[in-house]
């Protein structure tokens, strides 16, 4: 069922009139619509109580804005009531809701479970067509454009193939810019996949319904002198200050760049330790998913509580990408994709720190990947992580973990070092790293900006980092290696 203004099974309320530019509407509802131009009086005029038509429907924001150019043209009264009516013809509007609005000395009209959404439901918060399941921004745009179009409802759009239309996307009053662009993003790749053309995009609050947690979508079939209306310039502060130029046939989004083939490395031995990295890896990730709530408690503390989550992003990440193929035989070309695979799914500071450390520490192994040289790579990756993210050891954060390891894995560098004997002795300093961080006052980080009172666990980074070694080492003593 498409909204009608002036239509009360369409959702409005038909014995009202919103004038343009007026703040708070009838019925608990809010409009910011057109009222800024100079001569916008006009816009009064659009039909009042008691000569509403079914006819008219769509935002009243559309209507000001086409009836306000129209008077600054200088347009007759007559001409602009007529002109305005034929827009409000070639245009319908649907709304989707994931509850009602709270209209001001009332309850809710209608309630949903978890797992609903509300389809077709009115301004003030009325119920709705029907009841559909939580679903993809995706599929929900597709399903309010189908019954938006379909021509069996007798208030469809006849918007086909071919078609030019602007499209307004409204904020019912609860969602987020980024919430607003997601739907945007949705409704432009639904309506140009139909071949219809999108001559503008209003992105907005143009009506709200207080703080009801939904949007409507507004269809508007427009040709050159219609257009022409719609840009118009307006002191509305509410308007969106949009490019004047058709939505459809830009480039949005742009391929990228082909990496360059990697040169064979020479250190690259295959076979068994290829196999032995995988296994290694399969440990890692496996620990960190066990370790995904008790981070997130951790980090509840002194940061947003995503610490696990986002190292459970990573692992779920690794997993997929072993599942695709055997990883890089050169321990440097391993590093190096890992880092960059962070990098683009870990997300959160970790995820940049992460892939910096792991890019410098590629970098000494290129040559040799006997125990000297991993004890320069673990150099090299705190180098990087210190000069990038601007901690120091003590500053309660995960480079306690890994600066303690450091420190024992210099070792390595001595001739007839034993693998284990200070790979365990690292893996104990750093999980005793760990551990000291809860009596330490952070420096930097998120952690941070928070009173030191507060922060009496340890930092989950700093643990997430000791457990990492720590499977790292007995990932290798299960394989003998």
Known sequence: MLHREGDADGGHCGSRVHLPGSGQHPGGHQGSGPGGHRNSSPAYLLPTRGTVTPSLRGPISVWAQVAGALAEAGVGLEEITNRVSVVAKAMGTLGVSLASCSVPGSKPTFELSADEVELGLGI???????????????????IMLDHMTNS???SHVPVQSGSSVVLMVNNLGGLSFLE??????AAVRSLEGRGVKIARALVGTFMSALEMPGISLTLLLVDEPLLKLIDADTTA???????????TGRTWIRAAPTEPLEAPDSTATGGTDSKQMVLVLERVCTTLLGLEEHLNALDRAAGDGDCGTTHSRAARAIQGWLKEGQPPASP???????????LEKMGGSSGALYGLFLTAAAQPLKAKTDLPAWSAAMDAGLEAMQKYGKAAPGDRTMLDSLWAAGQELQAWKSPGANLF???TK??????????????MEAGAGRASYISSARLDQPDPGAVAAAAILRAILEALQGQGA
Do not use: Y
């Open 180 to 185: 607003l662009g997601i739907i945007a993003d």
């Open 152 to 154: 069996s409802n007798v």
């Open 426 to 439: 690292a893996v104990k300093s750093a999980e005793a790293a760990a551990e000291a961080t809860r009596n």
């Open 124 to 142: 003030h918060g009325e119920a709705g067509v029907r009841r559909i399941k939580m679903a993809t921004a995706d599929k929900i745009v597709a």
């Open 237 to 247: 502060s509410a308007w969106p200050n949009m490019a004047k130029v058709s939505v």
């Open 332 to 342: 440097a070309q391993l590093l190096s994709k890992l880092s960059l695979l962070l």
């Open 421 to 423: 004997q200070i790979l």
